[in-house]
């Protein structure tokens, strides 16, 4: 339906922290006092009228709001309206996005207090809000891709944002290099829906998906899912994503939990017609999570950076989301409750996290912690309510999620269900276990701190927000799924749910998955809570662990498929063009420059010279002629005696 009312100034949700960005960037060091408040207000004003939108959306007939802006493109038959759509799904990831983003600025505050280009970080921070608010509230896949590309830019900004530090620099190339590749994917989808249906927009591309060649709608799905892969950080465009946390810790929360990563679980949701016409795309999706799923969890195992850890655990989880969503009907719903109770216990452990650096002299180094529960009181209840919410532990948000996802997996009701079952199963008990390692090195045990370090809480300015997260991770799931249930809410757009035919009893799908939890629990006790704790990491350690510290080796998979092959073909090209294409211009140059440079030699100025000159080229001219003359007369001759035989 056509927007009314606040609705139809949605467009604000994008503008406000835009233009919190604009004038931070553009009003220079006359705004370093006052700049980290603008950019927290404009962000919080967009969170207020979001959820505004939203209780005017909940009561309109149809759920769904389009806002037409203004003529984007128009080129022969390609014409694209800028324009906003505002309906359940939309809704469901503006108000994260918002909410999140405010208690990330306000925590920001305190965190970036000492730093001197704080406004400029929180100009990034306004910009990339607003790039990912215009990626969820697009209308068509090119004002998809639009917000997607300002994602990909404002990520750069503040991974690199201490770009002094080589390590932030290489990371931001990193994660810029291996979006650049899921982004060659989405384009290329959005070329072949215009090549194929003469449109971008969402209803135009839904509406006639059913009729195009099976292929076709393969080879859609695919691109996208490639797409997908690359911003939300899924096999094999993983790597980037545990690099990003040499970015400020705030960003790691924006990044990691409410925005960046979420971005391909957005996609592959949005285009579910899509979807549902391709089983082959369908099933690459679910082997896509399901490995993912795994490369995160067993990660998470080794590391001993705390950032590290939390961000293979978001590798991990958005693997679930993957999973989930490739489940078609069936998991969409459980899938987007994981990321809005991810999007509350991830964030809060990250700006734990930094809480705890904040204390530590920006150590990230768990072995070097022990005992900050006294210390860090505040920090550690929430933090460790972000703990239970994530590991699944009985009625905490993660608990509600990942069994519903779990659930979906198993109803199949076939062997790949079990696989999926089995798999999801098994990443909660990894989970269990990372996570618990973590706690215990981090509160637990005595101190293990140098010398100079004096642990402190955070100020309140941090620990608000995080206070609030905590809150969310502890009540999300039961909102989600059980008080209000987001099936109903989401049922505009994914149709009406229907009534599951459970394979395995949901309770017992909930006592099977709280086992492994505490077997993973226990096994992380006994590893390293009845242990010393050494300082420095054992390097006598099994294959597995080394894998695991290593990432599963991804970092040298795709540096000796992808980047080294790639640096040959460069070299050779540069070998050709400077050997080939260069040598044969520059040679024809030589050639004709020493050409004229010896024939101008002959040009002295001496008439004589030029009188000889020209008495042999009549002398050659007349011998030439003679010959000539000779000749015929011969082959005359010779006719005639011929002819007379």
Same mark, same amino acid.
């Given at each position: 339906? /056509? ?24 009003? !220079? ?30 009561? @309109? ?59 400029? &970080? ?75 249906? *003469? ?7 839904? @509406? ?46 924006? #990044? ?32 896509? !999570? ?38 078609? /009907? ?5 899938? +987007? ?5 991810? *999007? ?31 210390? +860090? ?13 994530? #590991? ?40 269990? &276990? ?45 909102? +989600? ?45 006994? &590893? ?63 050639? +004709? ?22 008495? !042999? ?29």
């Amino acid at each position: 339906m /056509p927007a009314e009312g606040l609705l139809a100034a949605s467009w604000l949700l994008i503008a406000l922290p835009l233009a919190g960005a604009a004038v931070l960037l553009l009003g !220079g060091r006359r705004t370093d006092r006052w700049g980290h408040l603008l950019g927290t207000a404009t962000v919080a004003a967009a969170f207020a009228l979001a959820v505004a939108c939203t209780v005017q959306l909940a009561g @309109a007939e149809d759920r769904s709001a389009d806002v037409e802006l203004f003529t984007f493109i128009s080129s022969g038959e390609l014409d694209v309206t800028a324009g906003l759509l505002y309906d359940p799904l939309s809704a469901v990831f503006v108000l994260l996005i918002t909410g999140v983003g405010s208690l990330i600025h306000v925590y920001s505050i305190g965190y970036m207090a000492h730093d001197p280009a704080r406004r400029r &970080f929180f100009a990034y921070l306004n910009l990339f809000v607003a790039a990912m608010l215009l990626l969820v509230l697009g209308n068509s896949y090119v004002a998809l891709y639009v917000g997607w590309e300002g994602v990909g830019l404002a990520s750069y900004l503040l991974i690199a944002f201490w770009y002094t530090r080589p390590a932030a620099a290489t990371a931001a190339k990193k994660a810029f290099i291996m979006n650049r590749v899921g982004d060659v994917g989405l384009a290329i989808a959005v070329f072949l829906m215009f090549a194929q249906l *003469g449109t971008t927009s969402y209803a135009g591309v839904h @509406a006639g998906v059913a009729t195009l060649a099976g292929g076709t709608v393969t080879a859609m799905g695919l691109l996208l899912l490639l797409g997908a892969c690359g911003k939300s950080g899924q096999f094999p465009l993983q790597a980037w994503l545990p690099d990003a946390m040499e970015g400020p810790t705030p960003v790691s929360a924006l #990044i990691h939990a409410a925005t960046m990563v979420t971005a391909g679980v957005y996609l592959i949701a949005r285009s579910a017609p899509i979807y549902d016409q391709t089983p082959t795309a369908r099933a690459v999706v679910l082997a896509i !999570g399901a490995v993912t799923l795994l490369i995160g969890a067993i990660a998470g195992c080794a590391y001993d950076d705390i950032k590290k850890v939390l961000a293979y655990s978001t590798v991990s989880q958005i693997g679930y989301m993957f999973l989930a969503v490739g489940l078609g /009907p069936a998991g969409y719903v459980a899938g +987007l409750a994981h990321l809005l109770a991810h *999007g509350f216990f991830k964030a809060g452990l990250f700006l734990g996290a930094g809480s705890v650096m904040h204390a530590m002299d920006d150590s990230v180094d768990m072995r070097r912690y022990g005992g900050l529960a006294k210390k +860090l009181p505040i920090t550690f209840v929430t933090f460790g309510l972000g703990y239970l919410a994530l #590991i699944g532990f009985p009625f905490l948000s993660g608990y509600f999620t990942k069994d519903a996802i779990i659930e979906a997996a198993l109803d199949r009701d076939d062997v790949w269900g079990w696989v999926l079952g089995g798999v999801a199963v098994l990443g909660a008990g990894l989970t269990a &276990f990372y996570m618990t390692r973590l706690m215990l090195m981090t509160f637990f045990g005595r101190a293990r701190w140098e010398d100079g370090v004096h642990p402190h809480e955070s100020p309140s300015v941090m620990t608000a927000p995080m206070v609030v997260l905590a809150a969310g991770s502890v009540f999300s799931g039961a909102l +989600l799924v059980s008080v209000f249930p987001l099936s109903g809410w989401l049922e505009p757009v994914f149709g009406e749910p229907a009534e599951a035919a459970h394979v395995v009893a949901p309770a017992v799908v909930g006592l099977v998955v709280t086992v492994v939890m505490l077997l993973g629990v226990l096994a992380a006790w006994l &590893f390293v809570g009845r242990r010393e704790v050494p300082v420095t990491a054992p390097v006598r350690v099994s294959p597995v662990t080394r894998a695991a510290r290593n990432a599963l080796y991804a970092d040298t998979i795709n540096e000796s498929l992808f980047m080294r092959p790639g640096q040959w073909l460069t070299r050779a090209l540069v070998w050709f063009d400077n050997r080939g294409v260069d040598g044969a211009v520059n040679g024809l140059a030589a050639g +004709l420059g020493g050409s004229s440079s010896r024939l101008g030699r002959a040009q002295n100025g001496f008439v004589r010279t030029y009188a000889l000159g020209m008495l !042999g080229g009549a002398v050659m001219v007349a011998g030439a002629l003679l010959a000539c003359y000779t000749n015929m007369t011969t082959t005359h001759k010779r006719i005639s005696q011929r002819s007379h035989v």
